[in-house]
């Protein structure tokens, strides 16, 4: 099979598409947003293939996601150890890990505890404080009859579907699909942990990522708040941000060009470390 055709695959118990070989290149492994699958990243692949021959890179359908069986718990620490499952099943030496949206968070920790040559975030968010009030105080109706007009409040606040072209809409649209014992489940720590521990946690993997030398990149679809800003400023001040007007939440489907040019850079990325995951 050649290296243009992703291979359909099964890595650590998820469904996958894997394509590339191992070789001096840092692997990718591309983790897709919350309700989304790894659909998200075939555009990107796609392109990388022409930009980065043969580059190894798994794209995987999160539990509970796309062709991923479901698991007993989707909250931030199981998808972590479940991420790590999959890299140690496929034999991935420091991986760079991209994650979109709530899987920012995802590669920031896991980047926290585990050998990792980079991460790149995807219009994730490191003040989840506001976002995490909203979701508590809408708690009742996720859980009961009002889950759909719920999400449908979310995801239009989060989503800026009015931001992109008509292609990205009918693609996130009809590639979203939103489970309420996953969409509750992975939003577990919101609903469970204070606005402090949240700082905290999100604070202590910027510390271990920082200490070990962890190159960052964030791509934004929109202006980074000044609040943002600082956050990066005094946590991560090495971290590469970038900004691509025009493509709300989901700046990878909507130059997947420009983004696969991002990934290909990776190549260069220096080995980094692991830095313990402080409480």
């Known amino acids: 099979m050649n290296a243009t055709t992703p291979m359909h695959t099964t890595i650590g118990g998820l469904a996958a598409d894997s394509v590339g070989r191992s070789d001096h290149r840092p692997p990718l492994v591309l983790l897709h947003g919350l309700t989304f699958d790894r659909r998200m990243w075939r555009p990107t692949l796609h392109e990388l293939d022409r930009l980065d021959p043969g580059r190894r890179a798994i794209a995987v359908d999160l539990p509970g996601h796309g062709e991923s069986p479901d698991a007993a718990s989707y909250d931030l620490a199981a998808t972590v150890q479940q991420v790590h499952e999959v890299i140690l099943e496929a034999g991935l030496v420091e991986p760079v890990l991209v994650g979109h949206s709530a899987s920012a968070a995802v590669v920031a920790v896991y980047a926290a505890q585990h050998p990792t040559r980079g991460i790149v975030e995807v219009d994730g968010t490191v003040l989840v404080a506001p976002f995490a009030e909203l979701i508590k105080s809408i708690e009742p109706e996720l859980r009961g009859d009002g889950f759909d ?118 190549s260069a990325w220096s080995r980094g470390g692991v830095a313990a995951l402080r409480p």
């Open 149 to 266: 007009a719920a999400w449908a409040r979310v995801s239009t606040m989060v989503f800026g579907l009015d931001d992109v072209s008509d292609n990205v809409r009918a693609f996130v649209e009809a590639t979203s699909r939103p489970r309420p014992e996953v969409v509750i489940s992975s939003w577990m720590d919101l609903l469970t942990r204070s606005t402090a521990e949240l700082d905290a946690l999100i604070a202590g993997a910027a510390g271990a990522i920082r200490a070990a030398g962890i190159p960052v990149t964030a791509v934004f679809g929109r202006q980074p708040t000044s609040a943002e800003t600082t956050w990066y400023s005094e946590h991560l001040p090495d971290a590469r941000t970038l900004v691509w007007p025009g493509s709300g939440h989901f700046p990878q489907l909507a130059y997947p060009l420009r983004f696969a040019e991002l990934l290909a850079s990776t």
